[in-house]
């Protein structure tokens, strides 16, 4: 494909996620070096257009949807080519960085599943979870970014920040889960701090539910904490967005903390203020020979520079 479609391609998937993740999209045109962001964001697009097939539109024609795109998304990685833009754009970029088909292979089968999440009976059925859908997931975009350390380590690295991202993403998310009838926490958690289903659905302020609350985010940030070790395997120039993604989270779970059982009655959210500070915290100044003007940059595929939605 010429120059001028690949750019489109990129800029397409820049505008989805702006549109849709605006804070992720932020942080990528912030953080990460000028020649690595339009592949960032189309990492990052890939996924959250395959999770908006599933999760929009009437529940009866999901899995047809879901199917369809699963269809097509298995047509492109075998011949290399989409009518997709999207589509077409990770396609370049899996491509330009090496990252193994296997993963969006992985992703496509875990989401499959997850299309009647059937809940976790125990640790260990969360954990397969991740391994089939979250870390897959994860490394569309994560995988992309170059390293210091070998593939399988550097995937490793990743397993752990999927994991303490997942299990916060199901604390805030954790009130409106259970009233749509989805409960993310394993039965075995609830059974141990003597917590019920209907205690957590009526949003019930006891001993057990913010006895489970406080367990679960200790699991998270033990997680988060080991996950660290992602920052130190990547180049410096890559090293902010990830310590500001693991910040946001550990934010999140700051968040979780202070809210204890209210978790179960209302959405946790991040405060906007504190993000804008986590940014600048993260950022680190480059030297005047490493900031591209726009003359400098090029439009050939192989380095682009970053699409301007």
Known sequence: ???QGLRSDYTAAARYLRRREVAMWGAVRLLTP???????????TMLAFTDDVCDRGPVCGRRKRFEAWSGHVQSALDTGTSSHPLLR??????????LP??????????????LEFPGFTDEDDYQRYV?????????????????L???????????????????????TDLAEDV?????????????????????????????????LISETAGRARATLTAARRTVDEVPDAYRPVVRCLLGLYDHRLDQVMAAGAAATRRPVREDPLTCLRLVARSRRPALPSQRPSSDDRTDTPAQLSSPQP
Do not use: K, N
């Not at 391994?131 to 390293?147: F, R």
């Open 179 to 211: 009233r749509s009838g989805r409960l993310t926490l394993p039965l075995a958690d609830l059974d141990r701090h003597g917590v019920s289903r209907a205690d957590l659905e009526a949003g019930r302020d006891t001993l057990g539910v913010r006895a």
């Open 149 to 171: 350390v070998a593939d399988e380590d550097f995937a490793a690295s990743c397993r752990l920040v999927a994991d303490g991202l997942q299990r916060v993403d199901f604390l």
């Open 34 to 44: 000028p020649e690595f962001q339009p592949h960032a964001l189309a990492g990052a």
């Open 101 to 114: 088909r296997r993963w969006a292979d992985a992703y496509l089968a875990g989401t499959r599943i997850d």
């Open 89 to 98: 754009a990770y396609l370049h970029s899996a491509h330009a960085y090496g």
């Open 1 to 3: 494909m010429h120059a």
């Open 131 to 147: 391994e089939t859908l979250t870390w897959p997931g994860l490394m569309l975009s994560t995988g992309l970014t170059p390293h």
